[in-house]
């Protein structure tokens, strides 16, 4: 009677197939990397198509008005916020019933990739934070009392004044400040220093109220991260595919990505794709 005996595998065989998993490891891992971030790429894009057309829902029901960015009754102190866009918006994203003293802030206004608030910032709620930034010309942004001077500096704008729309970025993926508050304030963007302030780059031609003499200097395109400080709060961010595309909305709704090559870059698309006629 013969006996059969039953072979394991050998040293050299478990090394053979572990060598091969690695290899396929190796080989596949980069390709499932750049689908997810792929993923996460589109995900953004749809958001900011969705948030695109609650603009255009209010404008309809306002007489073709944009909605405005903040108003002083509506700044949160206490969590160092003003969602006004946000709640004025959320209606039209099946979500009507947000609580601007909680900063609740639907999740289609931030970026997968953006960073949550957590201990050490003003923000603590978990929804209470957002990394969308709106073009101030055309959503202006009021921090203060409103009076008819602010009114005239900074007037609500209607959709069909926008000229050039098609070329002419509305919202974008804002650097977040960390230090104090976690979501971008385009209103109070600060571009190449104090030298632009308060959102007047982005009028066309440009306008500045606080410093004239330093008009004919180029616009700091800003360091593409998070927690720069003041002046980069708001500026366009650009987190995806390994810090390197960002996605923006034009006033005509389309949705495009922008790839980042270097701060000059992002200087002239501030200037030709953001800046806005005045009125």
């Known amino acids: 009677m013969s006996v059969h005996r039953k072979h394991g595998f050998t ?4 090394l053979v ?7 396929l ?3 596949l891992l980069p390709s499932l990397n750049k689908a997810r971030q792929s993923a996460q790429l589109l995900n953004d894009q749809s958001n900011f198509r969705q948030v695109y057309h609650a603009v255009l829902f209010y404008a309809t029901e306002n007489k073709g008005y944009l909605p405005f960015q903040s108003r002083p009754d509506t700044w949160n ?25 909680l900063g609740e802030i639907p999740a289609v206004f931030r970026c997968s990739l953006g960073i949550q608030p957590g201990e050490g910032t003003v923000v603590w709620q978990p929804s209470a934070w957002r990394t969308m930034a709106w073009q101030p010309r055309a959503f202006p942004g009021y921090d203060q009392a409103v009076t008819a001077d602010l009114q005239k500096e900074w007037p609500q704008r209607k959709l069909a004044s926008i000229r050039d729309a098609a070329s002419k970025i509305a919202f974008w993926e804002g650097a977040q400040l960390l230090d104090w508050n976690v979501c971008p304030e385009p209103e109070r963007i600060m571009l190449d ?9 982005y009028a066309d031609p440009p306008v500045n109220s606080y410093d004239q003499g ?6 700091d395109g800003g360091p593409n991260k998070d927690g720069a400080g003041w002046w980069a709060n708001g500026m ?8 390197s595309v960002t996605p923006v909305a034009f006033f005509d709704g389309h949705v495009e990505s922008r790839r980042y090559n270097n701060a000059r870059q992002v200087s002239e698309i501030i200037t030709k794709e953001m800046c806005i006629n005045r009125h």
Not at 17 to 23: Q, R, T
Not at 193 to 201: E, I, L, T, Y
């Open 193 to 201: 220093g104090w030298r632009w302030s308060w959102g007047h780059m």
């Open 11 to 14: 040293l050299v065989e478990l």
């Open 236 to 243: 366009i961010r650009y987190r995806h595919m390994n810090n």
């Open 17 to 23: 197939v572990i060598g091969i998993i690695a290899l």
């Open 214 to 219: 330093h008009m004919d200097q180029p616009i």
């Open 25 to 27: 490891v190796a080989i």
């Open 77 to 101: 102190y206490g969590n160092g916020t003003n969602a006004f866009i946000e709640m004025t918006l959320a209606k039209y994203l099946g979500n009507p019933n947000i609580d601007i003293q």
